[in-house]
Every structure is written in C-alpha cells, then in structure tokens.
C-alpha cells in the first residue's frame, strides 16, 4: 500500500500510522483505559472473561455430544427432542449474554443439514467457541442459502439431488448444531474413539 | 400461541429501518410451521432500548427453495428460519 | 431498508476463503474486544439486540471495509460513547 493510500486509510482514525493491528490495539487500550478511569470495567476483569470462556468453549464439547448420541440411542432421541436438556447431562450449557437455546439437526440418508446466520455471525460459540472466519464472511453468508449445494461441493461434500438440504438460518434465538451421520465400520468403537471422528466443521454441515 | 406445527404462514413483507430479523431474502415469503419454540422478547424492542419488549412466541418455519428463489433454486432444498410471531400471518388459502 | 449485514443472496463478495489451522483469534486486541463486548453485556450496560443495531448503523461507507472484530470494536464504543461513558474519540 502507498504511503499517500496509508495516509487516506487512516483518515477517519485518530491515532498515529501503524499496522491496523497496532492502531486497534492502541484504540482498544484507549477504551478500555478510559473505562477504568471511570470505574466502569477492570482490565483484570476482561482477562478474566476471555480465560473463563477460553476454558469452558471449545469444539471437544461437541466432540463429546456427538459421540455420546452416537453410542446412546437414547440420549440421541433427547438430543433431538430437548438439545438444552442433553447437554445439561453432560454438565454443559449455553450460557450466554442473552437467552439463547440449542437445536441439534441430524444428518441421515435422507438429508444433510448445513447451519448459517445470514443476518450476523450467530453460532454456539458458548459450547464451540468462537465460530471460524469463513462462517462470518459475507462470501459465505450470502452464498450459502442461494445455492447451498454448490458451496457444499467447494467444501468436498457432494449431495445427490434426491437427498434434501435443509438450510437453517439463525435469525433469532435459536443455535444449531449438526448431528454427523456415524463413521461407518464404527460399531466397536469406543466413545473416546467416536469424538476423534467429530470435526467442528462437521457440526456446522461443511464437513461429513 | 397463534401458530401450530404444520400451518401455513406467509413472512412479513415490510421492511423497517430497524433492527429487525426477516432477512430479506424470507419477505413476503410462504412457509410452513416447522417447530414452536418458547417465547422470547422480541429483538426489535429490545435494541431499541425497551424497558418491556414484547414476549413473543418463536417458530421455525420452513420454506420450500422454489419459494424462495424464483428463478435458478437448487433442487429438493428446504430453508429455515425462526421467526417471531408478529413477523407472521396466516397464508392465504388461495396462495 | 435492510441494512448491509442482510447479504442473504447477494452477490459479488467473491470466493469463500478458508484458512488452515486459523486461530481463534487473529490479534490480542480482537480478544480483548470480544470479552470486553461480552463483559459490558454481563454487567447490563447494554443487551446483545442493541450492539447487533449498532454495529448494523456503522457508516455504510465505511461498513465493508472494517474487519469482523473491527465492528465489533465500533459497535462498543458507539454505544458507550452515546450512553455518556466515555467520550467521543479524539485525535490523540
């Protein structure tokens, strides 16, 4: 980039020239200082937010919830019926800044299921942490429910016309989580084994 | 609640200068009652700074992909969106 | 009117692009940001609906431009800055 572009790029920011990362990270500390002088917020405190959710999120979670509904039939009815009720099982919740409640979709013979939010970036981030940068991507966001099978196929899966898609858009308070299709040849397989077999793209549909 | 599983509704086709969470590509959309879900405030209300936003019930409705797109849908692909109660209607028998 | 963050069936955005082994976060301060977001919400200065409205109300000039956590960072400070929080930005 120029130097006479870089001077525009920074036009609207008050701060010297950097990197973007470096002029954020300044405007970031300048926030959150500003909030402490105030008596607001805590620097300490952010941290401790960000560790404690670090901890608890993470796609292990989903790991485990798949492989249990994998080699429970009946947990995988309640996972189906009441997603909320199953994960608490499992000591797990959506824990959130708002009210928000889990949805498992199961992948079958009869249709695979791919999860977007068209409108933001929602995502069981309280359970998987935070969502990949494509997820958010406008590219993404938009694509996806117009031809959801072609951005299937980018990512490797390819579904056969008399198989249905079904689309699940997170315009509200609900969040999604796939329910892959069992490996095959995995009837002796333990559950520590099954959550190897569980990738977090597969728990948003992009993956098998 | 105004809806059961299986009715048909028809997605709201106004488009506020809110927050507001019919995306586009839904308005004035019919679909099918999928799921009835609790109620929850409505997020209109709620980011505009209501004290007291409407509880309304949610509902996954489901639209078929022809529906939607009029022109070039992909084949045998179903849409779903949880929506609130007061972004629906009834849809018209004749529709 | 629908604002810039309902691209449902838009087109022009170009490929979706991946990144291997991508991190959860690409910077310190775009963590920082994102529990500081969830920390102000926690202590009820404002509620997810309104910092979804702000971050859809940045500058349609400007709004494609910033990066994911970028909006975020704007979406904060709108909202305490027009709550009185804090003041406005000014040059340093």
Redesign the interface.
């Known amino acids: 980039m120029s130097d006479h572009e870089h001077d525009h790029m920074e036009h ?1 920011h ?3 020239h950097g990197s ?2 470096v002029v ?5 500390n ?3 200082g ?2 402490e002088s ?1 008596g ?2 805590q620097d300490a ?3 401790a ?2 560790e404690r ?2 901890a608890a999120a993470g796609p292990s979670n989903g790991a485990r919830i798949v492989a249990r509904a994998w080699a429970d039939p009946a947990y995988r009815g309640l996972l189906l019926d009441d997603a909320n009720a199953a994960i608490a099982q499992l000591g797990l919740d959506m824990s959130h ?2 009210p928000v409640s889990l949805r498992v979709v199961e992948n079958t013979q009869r249709a695979h299921n791919i999860v ?1 939010c ?4 929602c995502y069981p981030i309280a359970l998987l ?2 969502a ?3 997820y ?8 996806v ?2 031809e959801p099978r072609a ?1 299937l196929h ?1 990512f490797g899966i390819t579904v056969p016309d008399d198989r249905e898609v079904r689309v699940w ?1 997170s315009t509200a308070e609900l969040r999604y989580l796939v329910l892959p299709q069992r490996p095959p040849h995995s009837d002796d397989w333990d559950e520590a084994r099954l959550m190897q077999a569980v990738t977090r793209d597969a728990l948003i549909g992009v993956a098998l | 609640m105004r809806f059961a599983v299986g009715d048909a509704v028809r997605t709201s086709g106004r ?1 506020p ?4 969470r019919v ?4 308005r004035g959309k019919r679909g099918r009652i999928e799921a009835v879900h609790a109620a929850f405030p409505l ?1 209109d209300a ?4 209501d004290p007291s936003p409407p509880v309304e019930t949610l509902y996954t409705v489901a639209f078929a992909g022809g529906e939607v ?1 009029a022109e070039g849908a992909e084949p045998n692909t179903v849409y779903h969106a949880e929506l609130w109660e007061s972004y629906l209607v009834p849809a018209d028998a004749a529709s | ?3 810039l ?7 022009g ?7 291997p082994d ?1 991190p ?13 977001n ?6 009820g ?1 404002y ?4 910092f ?2 702000a ?2 109300r940045i500058d349609p000039a ?1 709004y ?1 431009g910033l ?4 909006r975020w ?1 704007e979406g ?2 709108t909202l ?1 800055t027009e709550r009185g ?3 406005p ?4």
């Open positions: 609207d008050p701060h010297d973007p990362a954020m990270t300044a405007r970031v300048a926030l959150i500003a909030l105030r607001i917020v405190e952010v941290t937010v960000l959710f670090l800044w708002a977007v068209t409108l933001c970036s942490g935070p990949p940068q494509w958010k991507s406008e590219a993404y966001r938009s694509r429910v117009r951005v980018e858009d | 488009d200068d809110h927050h507001y995306p586009r590509y839904l997020a709620r980011a505009a700074g797109w | 009117m629908s604002r963050n309902d691209v449902g069936g838009l087109t955005f170009g490929p979706i692009e991946r990144e991508e959860l976060f690409h910077s310190e301060w775009e963590a920082r940001v994102f529990a500081l969830r920390l102000l919400m926690a202590k200065l509620n997810l609906d309104e979804r409205d971050v859809e400007r494609y990066s994911y956590y970028e960072f904060v400070r305490l929080l804090v003041p930005e000014t040059a340093a």
